[in-house]
């Protein structure tokens, strides 16, 4: 058995979580979005940045050297976190949409009119609109795969979709809506016994659970910084050595190079290849950090409280005959769309805003899905390691008010 998390301990590594909003005591369920910084990552930041900050590789100088070093550590720890089987495995992009738009721009280059695509109706559009670009450009045709009510994706479905001219499946590890989850693994059986190449956008995926991502076998995984409690401005693209050194580079510039002469270019070996001109050094760094702060803390520890929160929230919310949920699928995430009765999405966060509850409201750019679930927008409540039960009933004192005022 997991052992519980001192919450209190941990809510006090967030300086953020001391302050407050429209003076009430800040209540931050927009973690979806973005979650907040523990000191741990402040502090490595500003550590690089004022000890021994220089570019990276090619310097011979000292604090060239120790940037570097501190660099391609944050690689190794990324490598680790997802279970890579090695740092080359590794590509950092400036977040979770630059590593699908590499991808999608990578393979597309050999793409022709009439291949394929499979995609989910429950993607972020940061894993549509890229290869709807290729649906312009090239006449790649974009195949959708339904989902249950509650998220749910079934793999004889997905099965059934794939044909001769199937190249890639970019699939949601987790819904940035409902909290679904994907079944992974039979899906990657699936792709790989039919020659399907299979990316997984991991956003909420690597921030609510551990991943394996030789355990699953997919060609790419796709993990975002911000969301892991690191910084802004990088990601994680884990892609399959034999796969990333079969794939051609996206961006020109300095470093994915290996030989450049006015007749003719050469590439460098992944994960370099794929990073071209000045990586999100500190950035890097600060995710590193982050992920050393989760892994400290244990990632399924820190599953198993979120997990506990969630089941609290969706008992209480089921209890309000005035608010509609979205998404009920088995082991959901702590990730809860709903609508009040009667009150725009905006306007129920108007109100929770005043009360110091931070949720977000809109489409979470996912309109295809709010199209099947026949909503134009929802609320959503978002759990993170420093949440607490006393969040979860703060949230619905809030609900109770905003239907009173709006009813």
């Known amino acids: 058995m997991t052992a519980p998390l001192d919450i209190a301990a941990i809510r006090a590594e967030f300086p953020i979580l001391t302050r407050e909003a429209n003076g009430k005591p800040l209540v931050y369920l927009d973690n979806a979005a973005s979650a907040q910084k523990p000191r741990a990552v402040i502090d490595a ?4 940045m004022e000890g021994s900050y220089a570019n990276v590789h090619r310097g011979l100088h000292t604090l060239a050297n120790e940037t570097t070093a501190a660099f391609e550590d944050a690689r190794k720890t990324a490598a680790k976190f997802l279970n890579a089987a090695s740092p080359e495995e590794i590509v950092f992009t400036a977040g979770g949409t630059d590593a699908i738009n590499l991808v999608a721009n990578s393979l597309g280059q050999s793409m022709v009119e009439g291949d394929e695509v499979i995609l989910s109706k429950m993607e972020h559009h940061s894993n549509i609109v890229p290869w709807h670009f290729l649906r312009e450009r090239k006449g790649v045709v974009l195949k959708w795969l339904d989902i249950s009510d509650d998220g749910t994706i079934d793999p004889k479905a997905f099965e059934a979709l794939i044909s001769r001219r199937t190249k890639i499946a970019a ?3 987790m819904s940035n809506v409902l909290g679904a989850p994907t079944p992974a693994k039979d899906l990657t059986r699936i792709a790989n016994e039919r020659g399907v190449k299979i990316l997984f956008d991991g956003c909420q995926g690597a921030a609510h659970g551990k991943v394996d991502v030789q355990d699953i076998g997919c060609d790419f995984y796709v993990a975002t910084g911000h969301k892991l409690y690191g910084p802004t401005g990088v ?8 796969v990333l050194k079969s794939m051609p580079p996206f961006r020109g510039g300095g470093e994915m190079i290996d030989v450049v002469a006015e007749g003719y270019v050469t590439y460098n070996d992944p994960p370099h290849r794929f990073e071209a001109g000045t990586p999100p050094i500190l950035e890097a760094i600060g995710l590193g950090a982050a992920l050393d702060w989760m892994s400290a803390k244990g990632v399924e520890a820190i599953a198993a ?3 506990e929160l969630a089941a609290h929230a969706m ?4 209890k309000l005959n005035f ?8 082991d959901k995430a702590p990730i809860i769309a709903f609508n009040v009765e009667g009150a725009h999405p905006h306007d129920a966060s108007t109100i929770l805003d005043r009360a110091g509850i931070a949720i977000r409201a809109g489409h979470h750019c996912a309109q295809v899905l709010m199209k099947r679930l026949g909503a134009s927008a929802t609320a959503r409540a978002s759990f993170a390691v420093y949440n607490t039960h006393e969040d979860v009933e703060a949230l619905i004192r809030g609900l109770h008010k905003t239907h009173e005022l709006l009813r």
């Open 315 to 318: 008992r209480e919310l089921g």
């Open 235 to 242: 990601g994680v693209l884990y892609g399959r050595r034999d």
């Open 171 to 173: 699939l949601s590890h």
């Open 305 to 307: 409280h979120e997990a």
């Open 45 to 48: 930041m500003r550590r690089a």
């Open 323 to 330: 608010v509609r949920l979205y998404g009920q699928a088995p």
